[in-house]
Nanobody, 126 residues
Framework: QVQLVESGGGLVQAGGSLRVSCAAS????????MGWFRQAPGKEREFVAA????????YYLDSVKGRFTISRDNAKSTMALQMNSLKPEDTAVYYC???????????????????WGQGTQVTVSS
């Protein structure tokens, strides 16, 4: 239904900033709630941040609150995650995900998202 492509990953020094983006195509972007998830080597994929259809509600993993900001631009069918004050433990493959938003949906849960991008690597060096 919708195709997602992440970009903007890379290598950054601890304390630095990076912005990863997700471009959507194939459907009406504004109909989807969007989320960011990440998976570090040897670990399970975890929720990072999510945003509702029009950006009125946002959710964050506790460890990234105050450092990461999720946003979306429905006119451009894009979604982004601004990451500041990066730490080595933020190193992971970051994935964007999408789902048709409906009442009662918990946007912090991976199983709620049927559409996923290929991921982009974010590496934070010490």
């Amino acid at each position: 239904q919708v195709q997602l492509v992440e970009s903007g990953g890379g290598l950054v020094q601890a304390g630095g900033s990076l912005r990863v983006s997700c471009a959507a195509s194939g459907s009406t972007f504004s109909a989807y709630a969007m989320g960011w998830f990440r998976q570090a080597p040897g670990k399970e994929r975890e929720f990072v941040a999510a945003i509702s259809r029009y950006g009125s509600r946002t959710y964050y993993l506790d460890s990234v609150k105050g450092r990461f900001t999720i946003s979306r631009d429905n006119a451009k069918s894009t979604m982004a995650l601004q990451m500041n004050s990066l730490k080595p433990e933020d190193t992971a493959v970051y994935y964007c995900a999408a789902k048709w938003e409906n009442s009662g949906t918990v946007l912090t849960k991976e199983q709620e998202y049927p559409y996923w991008g290929q991921g982009t690597q974010v590496t934070v060096s010490s």
